[in-house]
């Protein structure tokens, strides 16, 4: 019996997988009643690293939250490479508004170079900003 269980499939499988089909019998696999039923746990050492990659992947996340500046990771950067809300020019500054927003520049991922530091978005189109 071959693959999909049918005779007529046998030349099909024969140029997919060569003389292997020849040689592949059920009863030298050791699968002649189906799957193994006295199988054991072969995963044990993989189970360990991997507890103890988790275990270091959450110690890193504890000391880096702990002695690291997370919101340097979060402020925005506008143009002149400059942290929106750290920097001591732009304190009171901590939004990102983009004054240029159209495809050309987005598909060219060109839109921060013309990012401002603004101290609050606008809600209207008519609002005026203080860059």
Known sequence: MYEGGQEGNKDRYR???GDDVDKFSV???GI??????????TDILFLIIFFAFLGSLGFLTYYGNANGNV???LA???SDKVLCGLSSE???HKY???TKWDVETIAKMKMFDYGVCVNKCPSASTDTLEC
Do not use: Q, T
Not at 32 to 41: A, I, T
């Open 96 to 98: 990102l508004y983009l």
């Open 15 to 17: 140029e997919k997988y």
């Open 90 to 92: 732009f304190k009171d």
């Open 27 to 29: 009863r030298g696999s």
């Open 71 to 73: 919101a340097k990771l």
């Open 76 to 78: 925005p950067i506008n």
């Open 32 to 41: 002649e009643n189906g799957l193994v039923e006295k199988r054991g746990c």
